[in-house]
């Protein structure tokens, strides 16, 4: 951040007075600029055969990968809301939102992803404006070295397991690296 979002002016990085971590500060106005981690929310859509839906992306980062439906919360939805968006966006489909599974600190990119199950309403799917391809896969058919995000296979793997257990755990872990989240 080079400029205040309220006045225009140069800020400097500093601890403001009674905070602690250094922040943006505006050399005129005073204003304390956050930067918080950005929420990303997503699901893993199955049809009633148990198959999963799957999105080839057409966008940057990891262009041409495969992931879940997934992407960046906005203002004024919930999580849920968010997830269910995200697979009418990239794959047309028509999803009710079902319990969390996964909650993925991805620290270097100061990102947290949040996923839930998810199951299809209808068979209907189709690629979205990020997709390249939509696909419906079995457990064995998913392209693994093909993953776009370190956190998308550990949401489908917690997923596989959960189900083969027939249990519907809360998973949580951290990423601090900076290979792809």
């Known amino acids: 951040m080079n400029y205040c979002s309220h006045c225009g002016s140069g800020v400097e990085l ?13 050399a ?19 049809d009633e055969t148990g198959r999963i839906l799957i999105c080839r992306r057409a966008i940057e ?11 960046f919360m906005e203002n004024g939805e919930t999580l849920q809301q968010a997830a269910a968006r995200e697979s009418q966006e ?17 620290l270097h990119a100061h990102q947290v992803h949040v996923f ?32 776009a995000f370190t956190s998308t296979t550990y949401t489908l793997k917690r997923f596989l397991e959960d189900r083969a257990a ?3 755990r809360h998973h949580f872990t951290e990423i601090d690296r900076r290979a792809y989240a």
């Not at 939509?134 to 093909?146: G, Q, R, S, T, Y």
């Open 28 to 46: 005129a106005c005073g204003a304390v600029h956050y930067q918080n981690p950005k929420l990303v929310v997503g699901c893993v859509p199955v």
């Open 14 to 26: 500093r601890i403001p007075e009674g905070d602690q971590l250094p922040r943006h500060v505006c």
């Open 90 to 106: 990239e794959a047309l489909a028509d999803v009710e939102i079902g319990s969390l599974l996964a909650v993925v600190h991805v």
């Open 61 to 71: 980062p990891r262009h041409g990968y495969w992931t879940i439906p997934a992407g």
């Open 166 to 168: 027939g249990a519907e």
């Open 116 to 147: 839930f199950r998810a199951r299809m309403r209808t068979p209907a799917f189709g690629a979205g404006a990020e997709s390249l391809e939509v696909k419906m896969v079995a457990e064995h058919e998913i392209p693994w070295d093909e993953i």
